[in-house]
């Protein structure tokens, strides 16, 4: 018998053969599945793109010329004469004149428009658009302020290969991939020579990659440099070009590619990279940015042009030679291109957005109606109430306002800014550092908000009959009372004052006078009113909550007073406007919400005794930064031992709240007047508000009277002062200044005459 190979060897090869042919069979048909359950349908988790609120132009605007051209340049336009094309903008005169981009908004797209601005004493004053004779404004796009994204933080502006310059198509494949058009997904004979570079290093120096290579790398695979992970590659780019034509990979491949890092954000994709080093569309990139764009694919860290300019010019002018080599660009272009500067912006803002703690809050009110996976996902397109303007002058009030009252650097603060008549937040300063996404103190930061809370006592009082002239008793608690609530208050200043004017207890602030008033009122009385504000947290009922010994946020503090601020009527602050899908299509709008109004007469009189605060009370020193005849209501707030400092108010047009104080809850003597009224004088100054006027509602009407006593006075009381009533509620007795008791009814028809008289 002639020797061999023995049958059941031959037999067990044969089986280990079939074996790892099926297991082969079956990791190519996995790894198939995985190429085109990705690859199909919704490629990319894209980020939901944030937005502040569009630039509203019409007659009367409070906008100068020199912030209009901050916003345009801002959101990309560009100087040119004779505005050649939508996006750009030129002086004429001195006004402006400028062309309008389409943009999709929630409500609507918004085509191209020529328009002609002028501009008298600091305001437009006249909007012409072209062919529009009636037209009463235009809207300039919003700002893009950031994104909500996946935990990888990828971000991406899509773009569609047939808005691809073909300029910038031709160099990729120069410099990547000169065969792409003629591969099936991999090169063999580079890969050889990759393989042998690879074991002679023995390391993996050298890829050898096609354009579908990479992109499989970056789109499936991890960052490893191992064979396994090589073979992976090469078998992957294989079933995709099987799959899937040339101009769909380099479309996906345009989109992919990772092109450098703005802080934790990472940037792909040409589009997003346009943007990114030179704050323009690619559409409108020339022959050297388009070159930069591809020099940087080699290594985005290594060439950045911000950092290694003399790298990454180096890397360009080398492109520029392969394009001209190619035949892309002449010779004379090429020299044009290559004598061009980098052109490279200023490094934009960093990290995820410039305003964390306002897309915090947009996003904690997003997921009322949107899942998490949709924000960092879906590629919504969010737009929101943030005005970039309000928002700076926010940021430069703290940081001022904190450097002069604690140079040392150990003190936190919070500030909002909301639109009076809207409840629209305008501005949210969540620390020190604006920039820094850390502990939101606007939104988190809930703490002992001290005499904040008064109004609202107040306010119950005065629907409950009491006047602002009512007398008030600023004196301790008797003995017995204190023992039985376990607590003996005192005012700030060491002092009783006695009988007192409700207003006036407000203005000064008298803890004696308010916890006398909370007792008769009962603490119940207080919550309801509360909660009727806005604040719908639970809150302790205890005799302490007249004091304002409740924790509450700088947020629930801008709900209770943008109330206050809207006559009555409880208007939630809110963040979005509206949202639309990637496609632009809308999805959402979030119109102007008012809950159950308040009693509009007793809210007119306690913002009456809030202006008095301004005025002559607690927060007179709001005088340094802002003009009195503004008339600004506002309260001052500080905690025990002075670990808190607050303030609250309004003007005409905004509402606003500042807090400072320490993360560490340290008492540091801190005081409302001193250390957060600064914060919120300094950014409110920076805003030019309006007059506060509010309009008396019916049943209201304004007797003189005599503050000693809360009585009628005349001309002959050297003390009066005039203040409104509701009806039913007017003093029917004079004071003994103004004769005593009440006259017969011819004196009281003369007394009445001159009480009006000047």
Not at 54 to 73: C, F, N, V
Not at 312 to 337: K, P, Y
Not at 665 to 685: E, K, M, Y
């Given at each position: 018998?002639?020797?061999?190979?023995?049958?059941?060897?031959?037999r067990?090869?044969?089986?280990?053969?079939?074996?790892?042919?099926?297991?082969?069979?079956?990791?190519?048909?996995?790894?198939?599945?995985?190429?085109?359950?990705?690859?199909?349908?919704?490629?990319?988790?894209?980020?939901?793109?944030?937005?502040?609120?569009?630039?509203?132009?019409y007659?009367?605007?409070?906008?100068?010329?020199?912030?209009?051209?901050?916003?345009?340049?801002?959101?990309?336009?560009?100087?040119?004469?004779?505005?050649?094309?939508?996006?750009?903008?030129?002086?004429?005169?001195?006004?402006?004149?400028?062309?309008?981009?389409?943009?999709?908004?929630?409500?609507?797209?918004?085509?191209?428009?020529?328009?002609?601005?002028?501009?008298?004493?600091?305001?437009?004053?006249?909007?012409?658009?072209?062919?529009?004779?009636?037209?009463?404004?235009?809207?300039?796009?919003?700002?893009?302020?950031?994104?909500?994204?996946?935990?990888a933080?990828?971000?991406?502006?899509?773009?569609?290969?047939?808005?691809?310059?073909?300029?910038?198509?031709?160099?990729?494949?120069?410099?990547?991939?000169?065969?792409?058009?003629?591969?099936?997904?991999?090169?063999?004979?580079?890969?050889v020579?990759?393989?042998?570079?690879?074991?002679?290093?023995?390391?993996?120096?050298?890829?050898?990659?096609?354009?579908?290579?990479?992109?499989?790398k970056?789109?499936?695979?991890?960052?490893?440099?191992?064979?396994?992970?090589?073979?992976?590659?090469?078998?992957?780019?294989?079933?995709?070009?099987?799959?899937?034509?040339k101009?769909?990979?380099?479309?996906?491949?345009?989109?992919?590619?990772?092109?450098?890092?703005?802080?934790?954000?990472?940037?792909?994709?040409?589009?997003?990279?346009?943007?990114?080093?030179?704050?323009?569309?690619?559409?409108?990139?020339?022959?050297?940015?388009?070159?930069?764009?591809?020099?940087?694919?080699?290594?985005?860290?290594?060439?950045?042009?911000?950092?290694?300019?003399?790298?990454?010019?180096?890397?360009?002018?080398?492109?520029?030679?392969?394009?001209?080599?190619?035949?892309?660009?002449?010779?004379?272009?090429?020299?044009?291109?290559?004598?061009?500067?980098?052109?490279?912006?200023a490094?934009?803002?960093?990290?995820?957005?410039?305003?964390?703690?306002?897309?915090?809050?947009?996003?904690?009110?997003?997921?009322?109606?949107?899942?998490?996976?949709?924000?960092?996902?879906?590629?919504?397109?969010?737009?929101?109430?943030?005005?970039?303007?309000?928002?700076?002058?926010?940021?430069?009030?703290?940081?001022?306002?904190?450097?002069?009252?604690d140079?040392?650097?150990?003190?936190?603060?919070?500030?909002?800014?909301?639109?009076?008549?809207?409840?629209?937040?305008?501005?949210?300063?969540?620390?020190?550092?604006?920039?820094?996404?850390?502990?939101?103190?606007?939104?988190d930061?809930?703490?002992?908000?001290?005499?904040?809370?008064?109004?609202?006592?107040?306010?119950?009082?005065?629907?409950?009959?009491?006047?602002?002239?009512?007398?008030?008793?600023?004196?301790?608690?008797?003995?017995?009372?204190?023992?039985?609530?376990?607590?003996?208050?005192?005012?700030?200043?060491?002092?009783?004052?006695?009988?007192?004017?409700?207003?006036?207890?407000?203005?000064?602030?008298?803890?004696?006078?308010?916890?006398?008033?909370?007792?008769?009122?009962?603490?119940?009385?207080?919550?309801?009113?509360?909660?009727?504000?806005?604040?719908?947290?639970?809150?302790?009922?205890?005799?302490?909550?007249?004091?304002?010994?409740?924790?509450?946020s700088?947020?629930?503090?801008?709900?209770?007073?943008?109330?206050?601020?809207?006559?009555?009527?409880?208007?939630?602050?809110k963040?979005?406007?509206?949202?639309?899908?990637?496609?632009?299509?809308?999805?959402?709008?979030?119109?102007?919400a008012?809950?159950d109004?308040?009693?509009?007469?007793?809210?007119?009189?306690?913002?009456?005794?809030?202006?008095?605060?301004?005025?002559e009370g607690?927060?007179?020193a709001?005088?340094?930064?802002?003009?009195?005849?503004?008339?600004?209501?506002?309260?001052?707030?500080?905690?025990?031992?002075g670990?808190?400092?607050?303030?609250?108010?309004?003007?005409?047009?905004?509402?606003?709240?500042?807090?400072?104080?320490?993360?560490?809850?340290?008492?540091?003597?801190?005081?409302?007047?001193?250390?957060?009224?600064?914060?919120?004088?300094?950014?409110?100054?920076?805003?030019?508000?309006?007059?506060?006027?509010?309009?008396?509602?019916?049943?209201?009407?304004?007797?003189?009277?005599?503050?000693?006593?809360?009585?009628?006075?005349?001309?002959?009381?050297?003390?009066?002062?005039?203040?409104?009533?509701?009806?039913?509620?007017?003093?029917?007795?004079?004071?003994?200044?103004?004769?005593?008791?009440?006259?017969?009814?011819?004196?009281?028809?003369?007394?009445?005459?001159?009480?009006?008289?000047?």
């Amino acid at each position: 018998m002639k020797a061999g190979v023995p049958r059941h060897w031959r037999r067990g090869v044969a089986v280990l053969a079939l074996l790892a042919v099926t297991a082969l069979g079956g990791w190519v048909a996995w790894l198939d599945q995985q190429v085109q359950s990705a690859f199909e349908g919704r490629r990319w988790a894209l980020p939901a793109q944030v937005y502040a609120r569009p630039l509203t132009l019409y007659p009367g605007a409070p906008i100068s010329r020199k912030d209009l051209e901050t916003h345009l340049e801002a959101v990309g336009y560009r100087r040119a004469a004779g505005i050649p094309r939508p996006g750009t903008f030129e002086r004429l005169g001195s006004g402006l004149r400028l062309h309008t981009r389409a943009f999709a908004f929630w409500d609507g797209v918004d085509a191209p428009r020529r328009v002609v601005l002028a501009w008298s004493g600091g305001r437009l004053e006249r909007v012409s658009v072209q062919g529009e004779p009636e037209a009463p404004g235009v809207r300039i796009e919003p700002r893009h302020i950031g994104g909500i994204f996946p935990a990888a933080r990828e971000d991406r502006l899509l773009v569609r290969l047939q808005d691809v310059p073909p300029e910038l198509v031709g160099a990729l494949v120069a410099v990547e991939d000169r065969e792409f058009f003629r591969h099936h997904g991999v090169r063999p004979l580079a890969i050889v020579r990759a393989a042998w570079a690879n074991l002679r290093a023995g390391r993996v120096v050298q890829g050898g990659s096609t354009l579908t290579q990479q992109l499989v790398k970056n789109f499936y695979l991890d960052r490893r440099r191992t064979l396994g992970r090589k073979l992976k590659e090469a078998v992957m780019a294989l079933l995709l070009e099987a799959h899937y034509d040339k101009p769909a990979i380099l479309e996906a491949y345009l989109n992919e590619i990772y092109l450098g890092q703005d802080g934790a954000r990472a940037i792909h994709g040409f589009g997003l990279a346009a943007r990114f080093y030179f704050g323009r569309d690619l559409a409108d990139l020339d022959t050297a940015r388009l070159a930069l764009l591809v020099a940087l694919v080699k290594g985005p860290s290594y060439y950045d042009p911000r950092r290694h300019p003399e790298r990454a010019r180096a890397r360009r002018d080398w492109v520029i030679e392969r394009m001209r080599a190619d035949g892309l660009i002449d010779d004379h272009q090429a020299l044009v291109a290559r004598n061009a500067p980098l052109g490279v912006v200023a490094r934009p803002r960093r990290g995820l957005t410039p305003y964390p703690a306002f897309v915090d809050l947009v996003r904690r009110q997003l997921r009322r109606d949107y899942r998490e996976s949709d924000l960092t996902g879906e590629g919504l397109r969010i737009f929101t109430t943030l005005d970039p303007t309000v928002q700076a002058a926010a940021e430069v009030g703290v940081r001022e306002g904190l450097a002069a009252v604690d140079p040392q650097g150990h003190l936190q603060a919070a500030l909002l800014v909301s639109d009076r008549a809207t409840g629209e937040v305008l501005a949210v300063v969540g620390g020190r550092d604006p920039r820094y996404p850390g502990f939101n103190r606007a939104l988190d930061a809930r703490r002992p908000v001290g005499s904040l809370i008064k109004p609202a006592l107040y306010l119950a009082a005065l629907e409950a009959g009491y006047t602002l002239a009512t007398p008030l008793r600023d004196a301790p608690l008797p003995p017995a009372e204190a023992r039985a609530v376990g607590w003996s208050p005192r005012n700030y200043d060491g002092r009783a004052h006695g009988d007192v004017p409700l207003y006036r207890a407000l203005a000064h602030s008298y803890n004696l006078a308010t916890v006398r008033l909370g007792m008769e009122l009962g603490v119940d009385r207080l919550v309801e009113t509360l909660r009727r504000l806005g604040v719908h947290r639970e809150l302790p009922a205890y005799p302490a909550l007249f004091l304002g010994a409740a924790n509450l946020s700088p947020l629930e503090i801008l709900q209770m007073y943008q109330t206050l601020a809207a006559e009555g009527f409880p208007t939630p602050p809110k963040a979005v406007l509206g949202v639309t899908d990637r496609a632009g299509r809308p999805l959402a709008r979030y119109p102007l919400a008012v809950g159950d109004p308040l009693e509009a007469k007793a809210v007119f009189l306690v913002t009456h005794a809030l202006q008095a605060v301004v005025r002559e009370g607690t927060g007179r020193a709001l005088a340094r930064w802002l003009d009195p005849s503004l008339a600004v209501a506002g309260k001052t707030g500080t905690s025990n031992d002075g670990r808190d400092a607050w303030f609250a108010g309004f003007t005409g047009d905004k509402v606003a709240v500042a807090w400072v104080g320490g993360d560490d809850n340290q008492a540091t003597g801190l005081t409302g007047a001193r250390h957060a009224l600064p914060l919120w004088g300094r950014t409110l100054a920076a805003l030019h508000p309006q007059p506060l006027e509010p309009v008396p509602p019916p049943g209201v009407e304004w007797v003189w009277v005599d503050p000693a006593g809360g009585l009628r006075a005349d001309r002959r009381c050297p003390e009066r002062v005039r203040l409104p009533f509701a009806q039913g509620t007017v003093p029917s007795d004079y004071a003994p200044c103004a004769g005593g008791a009440r006259p017969a009814l011819w004196r009281r028809g003369w007394n009445w005459l001159r009480e009006r008289l000047p």
